[in-house]
């Protein structure tokens, strides 16, 4: 595993900001869950301060949008105290406890459209990183 302490930017590739690291740079470890595994594998080919760009395809990034990852939910399958709205994150647990996200799409009656890709399938992104330091124990 590498530790490295570093500033982000990461955008659609059309240019709107997704997120960044702001002024605060973020100190993470490589498979700590910080950064998704396609935007570790750049953090690991960036040089030490130097300012980077990587350009990533949806299938190098977070994948293509799965119609499969698409549910029609009724609404008694939501608490009935939670208050639903269109592009709010609900979170899902299984029954063995696994946790899932679903950003709720459609709301017609008490059919819920809820997408389970990645909010970022499909999309091709820009990932910009300075590496201000690899920590000595880093890979």
Do not use: W
């Not at 500033?7 to 498979?31: C, Q, R, W």
Request: aromatic share 10%; glycine share 8%.
């Amino acid at each position: 595993m590498g530790k490295y302490k570093l500033f982000y930017k990461l955008m659609h590739a059309n240019g709107a900001l997704v997120d960044e690291s702001n002024d605060t740079p973020l100190v993470f470890e490589i498979g700590d869950g910080q950064l998704d595994p396609c935007l570790e594998s750049c953090v690991k080919e960036a040089e030490v301060g130097k300012l980077q760009t990587f350009l990533l395809s949806a299938d190098e990034s977070f994948g293509q949008v799965y119609d499969e990852a698409i549910q029609v939910m009724n609404r008694s399958e939501f608490p009935k105290d939670m208050r639903l709205k269109t592009d709010a994150a609900v979170e899902f647990k299984t029954p063995t406890g696994d946790s899932f996200v679903g950003c709720i799409d459609k709301i017609d009656g008490d059919d819920i459209t809820v997408n389970f890709n990645h909010p970022l399938a499909g999309c091709d992104i820009s990932f910009q990183v300075e590496i201000l330091e690899k920590y000595k124990n880093a890979q």
